[in-house]
């Protein structure tokens, strides 16, 4: 019954920027935690941005003063500006969606993907050197 769909994927050079936008149907409510992952070839997934429903976020060190997740609750829509982007950044990204609600706080930690209760299908980011 809900579905997120990513897009504004693509190819860049190191250095440029792109904005992931994800919109989410098919809730009553706007979910508590949205959020985007990535997973490289050979790589597991690993958790890049949240935000809470009060607007906090926390980011991986990785992408840190780079990347800025952001979102209009209206429209159930979660966005990820990704600046100064390097080779290293090339994934395939996968936003989610998630409630608290019944979970243990390791399972609400933010890079524990035991708070997602859905995922979206994914957009392919490349950065070329």
């Known amino acids: 019954q809900v579905r997120l769909v990513e897009s504004g994927g693509g190819s860049v050079q190191a250095g440029g920027s792109l904005r992931l936008s994800c919109a989410a149907s098919?809730?009553?409510?706007?979910?508590?935690?949205m959020g985007w992952f990535r997973q490289a070839p050979g790589k597991g997934r690993e958790a890049v941005a949240r935000?809470?429903?009060?607007?906090?976020?926390i980011y991986a060190d990785s992408v840190k003063g780079r990347f800025t997740i952001s979102k209009d609750k209206a429209k159930n829509t979660l966005y990820l500006q990704m600046n100064s982007l390097k080779p290293e950044d090339t994934a395939k990204y996968y936003c989610a969606t998630g409630n608290p609600a019944g979970k243990s706080l390791y399972a609400i930690t933010w890079w524990v993907d035991a708070w997602v209760d859905n995922w979206g299908q994914g957009t392919q980011v490349t950065v070329s050197s």
């Open positions: 935000i809470d429903s009060d607007g906090r976020t």
């Open positions: 098919g809730y009553t409510g706007s979910p508590y935690y």
